[in-house]
């Protein structure tokens, strides 16, 4: 089979990886082809071929969409992103079509993705059947949220096939961030959570680091790093009043779409015992060997932390409940531990640190192999 998947990120890179590991599972039994719109990424994955469309995002106040490329305007980039979707279409003609969290998310995008849907249904496109992609948790509407529901069912039963959760019912279900489940008419399947898989039992990083066994390893980390710049501050100014206590070494990465300024503030703080830096390839390795790790809640980090199943404080993004919700449920199954804004305090934060690391490690029996069954669901709805 051919598959066409859809993601657009216009924030963090959360979506993006999270529809990378699906990418790659998906790889190793059919042709896949990414198609990206966001911000660039460095992305290297083999059997992936990747279609990028001209690039938007988010804007500084995160109101509006921009475009990434200075000067290009909206509207143009509008219209060109539209022609190059259909033209992909007529080229590519992919057995399925999936659409990363829409329509349940990215309205803005409604001006290329609706005419798709549509002329893959009037018969104006090549024939292929459309399944949509979703998180366990929807960013919550403040405002029109029984319109913004109905449209969302409307358009699943209209165009959709079918619908991949990637979450562990028993964990956290959509229910409860979308009331008209009972209204989609459409199969629905819940694939387990998706992570990367385990890192290699064998890890260097340790000796990389020049840290004895009994030296206490901490990982701060905020995702994309947009958004964060509060908890790394913090982090740095509880594990300064750490020193005397015991042994133990910091290390920070700020994210990729970290202000430069605030990455060379930070990196100025850098010693012997604690490291900076922007970015790692090998994240689930840092963590296999960490003693704890402090860092947002987004979905991507809680299914690392899981995987590794260490000691772990989350600080959710403030600006809705997703994480907040994530993390209040993953509590009750794990050593994940949620992490309040009124905790941030330095000698509030020292306290919560040194009690962390002296959890144990916890194994748990959630479900994160969602990327597998993921192939196996659309290869099932495929035969039928």
Same mark, same amino acid.
């Given at each position: 089979?051919?598959?066409?998947?859809?993601?657009?990120?216009?924030?963090?890179?959360?979506?993006?990886?999270?529809?990378?590991?699906?990418?790659?599972?998906?790889?190793?039994?059919?042709?896949?082809?990414?198609?990206?719109?966001?911000?660039?990424?460095?992305?290297?994955?083999?059997?992936?071929?990747?279609?990028?469309?001209?690039?938007?995002?988010?804007?500084?106040?995160?109101?509006?969409?921009?475009?990434?490329?200075?000067?290009?305007?909206?509207?143009?980039?509008?219209?060109?992103?539209?022609?190059?979707?259909?033209?992909?279409?007529?080229?590519?003609?992919?057995?399925?079509?999936?659409?990363?969290?829409?329509?349940?998310?990215?309205?803005?995008?409604?001006?290329?993705?609706?005419?798709?849907?549509?002329?893959?249904?009037?018969?104006?496109?090549?024939?292929?059947?459309?399944?949509?992609?979703?998180?366990?948790?929807?960013?919550?509407?403040?405002?029109?949220?029984?319109?913004?529901?109905?449209?969302?069912?409307?358009?699943?039963?209209?165009?959709?096939?079918?619908?991949?959760?990637?979450?562990?019912?028993?964990?956290?279900?959509?229910?409860?961030?979308?009331?008209?489940?009972?209204?989609?008419?459409?199969?629905?399947?819940?694939?387990?959570?998706?992570?990367?898989?385990?890192?290699?039992?064998?890890?260097?990083?340790?000796?990389?680091?020049?840290?004895?066994?009994?030296?206490? @390893?901490?990982?701060? +980390?905020?995702?994309?790093?947009?958004?964060? !710049? =509060? %908890?790394?501050?913090?982090? *740095?100014?509880?594990?300064?009043?750490?020193?005397?206590?015991?042994?133990?070494?910091?290390?920070?990465?700020?994210?990729?779409?970290?202000?430069?300024?605030?990455?060379?503030?930070?990196?100025?703080?850098?010693?012997?015992?604690?490291?900076?830096?922007?970015?790692?390839?090998?994240?689930?390795?840092?963590?296999?060997?960490?003693?704890?790790?402090?860092?947002?809640?987004?979905?991507?980090?809680?299914?690392?932390?899981?995987?590794?199943?260490?000691?772990?404080?989350?600080?959710?993004?403030?600006?809705?409940?997703?994480?907040?919700?994530?993390?209040?449920? @993953?509590?009750?199954? +794990?050593?994940?531990?949620?992490?309040?804004? !009124? =905790? %941030?305090?330095?000698?509030? *934060?020292?306290?919560?640190?040194?009690?962390?690391?002296?959890?144990?490690?916890?194994?748990?029996?959630?479900?994160?192999?969602?990327?597998?069954?993921?192939?196996?669901?659309?290869?099932?709805?495929?035969?039928?």
């Amino acid at each position: 089979m051919k598959i066409s998947y859809y993601c657009q990120h216009v924030l963090g890179i959360g979506h993006l990886h999270r529809s990378l590991e699906i990418c790659k599972a998906i790889a190793d039994e059919h042709e896949i082809k990414l198609v990206l719109g966001g911000p660039r990424a460095d992305i290297a994955c083999s059997g992936i071929k990747l279609f990028h469309l001209p690039g938007l995002k988010m804007d500084q106040e995160f109101q509006n969409m921009v475009p990434c490329t200075t000067g290009q305007q909206l509207e143009d980039v509008k219209r060109e992103r539209k022609r190059l979707l259909i033209a992909h279409f007529m080229e590519y003609q992919p057995d399925i079509f999936i659409t990363e969290l829409y329509p349940f998310g990215r309205k803005a995008f409604r001006f290329e993705l609706d005419p798709i849907l549509s002329g893959i249904r009037d018969g104006s496109l090549p024939p292929c059947r459309c399944y949509c992609s979703v998180r366990d948790i929807l960013v919550e509407k403040l405002h029109g949220r029984e319109k913004f529901e109905q449209r969302v069912v409307q358009t699943l039963n209209d165009y959709f096939n079918g619908v991949l959760i990637h979450s562990d019912p028993t964990v956290i279900t959509l229910d409860k961030t979308f009331s008209l489940m009972a209204d989609i008419h459409i199969p629905v399947s819940y694939t387990g959570f998706v992570s990367k898989p385990p890192p290699p039992a064998v890890c260097q990083i340790r000796h990389k680091l020049g840290i004895t066994a009994d030296t206490r @390893l901490i990982v701060a +980390s905020i995702g994309g790093g947009n958004v964060g !710049a =509060d %908890l790394l501050q913090a982090v *740095l100014d509880a594990c300064s009043r750490l020193k005397r206590e015991f042994l133990f070494h910091l290390q920070l990465f700020c994210g990729p779409y970290c202000p430069h300024d605030l990455y060379e503030k930070l990196k100025g703080q850098s010693s012997e015992t604690i490291s900076v830096d922007i970015f790692t390839d090998n994240f689930p390795e840092w963590l296999s060997t960490a003693d704890l790790s402090i860092s947002m809640a987004g979905y991507n980090t809680c299914m690392n932390l899981l995987q590794a199943g260490i000691p772990a404080l989350v600080y959710p993004f403030r600006q809705n409940r997703e994480q907040e919700m994530r993390a209040l449920a @993953l509590e009750k199954r +794990s050593a994940v531990r949620l992490l309040p804004v !009124a =905790d %941030l305090p330095p000698d509030i *934060l020292q306290e919560k640190i040194k009690e962390m690391l002296y959890s144990p490690h916890t194994p748990v029996t959630i479900d994160l192999d969602g990327a597998r069954r993921t192939v196996q669901q659309l290869n099932s709805w495929q035969k039928e």
